[in-house]
């Protein structure tokens, strides 16, 4: 039963563009959702996280947007870098904090 | 900002041996710290959380008796894979957290781990 959901694998985008990742999940108990951001052989990094009473949150080039009855969350990347060319990971917990991650999408940024 | 330090960063052991893995918090108590596994080209998945002073919680069809989690100090947990198979080669991540979800956690390094 996967509750957070990535459904795209991977995304290709052109330097200076914007990237929109995305993700859904199933469990209307969570109420904090992170975004991290991971390279091959090394651990998650933490990009920006939003709680379930805002529907957006904005941090220099970062920006995440909660759709709480879409049950729907999206990391927007402007413009973007070709440094940003990772894994990205969803994650969502419910109030204990234990996090729950989505498959994970391969972000391509093309110079 | 918070460091969590994980070694070793890789490991190959031999079937049928142990391996520990640390998980260590550098700069803040972590009243609580997570293991996760992460096959290629899949999501980290939760193996157990681990708080201070008590028993680990795995979760379901993760062995305790074969993955032991002992988290002694508020700013050190590790992780004993005993017995070590093949099928226990992947990625072990672990993550720390001074209790506020608020916070976000923070994750170590990782830990490649090859059994032959």
């Known amino acids: 039963d996967q509750q957070v959901k990535q459904n795209s694998p991977s995304l290709s985008v052109q330097e200076g563009r914007i990237s929109i990742l995305n993700c859904d999940y199933t469990?209307?108990?969570?109420?904090?959702f992170l975004w991290y951001k991971k390279y091959p052989a090394e651990g998650p990094t933490f990009l920006i996280s939003?709680?379930?009473?805002?529907d957006k949150n904005e941090d220099g080039r970062f920006t995440v947007f909660l759709n709480k009855s879409a049950k729907h969350l999206s990391l927007h990347i402007v413009p973007s870098q070709p440094g940003d060319s990772a894994v990205y990971f969803c994650?969502?917990?419910?109030?204990?904090?234990?996090?729950?991650f989505g498959q994970g999408t391969i972000l391509t940024v093309h110079p | 900002g918070a460091v969590v330090s994980q070694h070793p960063s890789w490991v190959i052991c031999k079937s049928g041996t142990s391996v520990k893995i640390e998980c260590r918090s550098l700069?803040?108590?972590?009243?609580?710290m997570f293991w996760y596994r992460q096959f290629p080209k899949q999501s980290l998945m939760l193996m157990a959380t681990?708080?201070?002073?008590?028993?680990?919680?795995?979760e379901q069809g993760v062995e305790k008796d074969k993955f032991l989690i002992n988290h002694a100090s508020l700013t050190l947990s590790t992780l004993t894979v005993t017995s070590a198979h093949p099928e226990d080669s992947s990625f072990y991540i672990c993550?720390?957290?001074?209790?506020?979800?608020?916070?976000?956690?923070?994750f170590g390094s990782g830990t490649r781990l090859t059994v032959v």
């Open positions: 469990n209307s108990m969570f109420d904090y």
């Open positions: 994650a969502a917990s419910a109030r204990g904090g234990k996090l729950t």
């Open positions: 700069d803040f108590q972590a009243t609580t």
């Open positions: 993550s720390a957290g001074a209790g506020a979800s608020s916070d976000g956690y923070t």
């Open positions: 681990s708080n201070e002073g008590s028993k680990a919680t795995y």
């Open positions: 939003i709680s379930s009473i805002k």
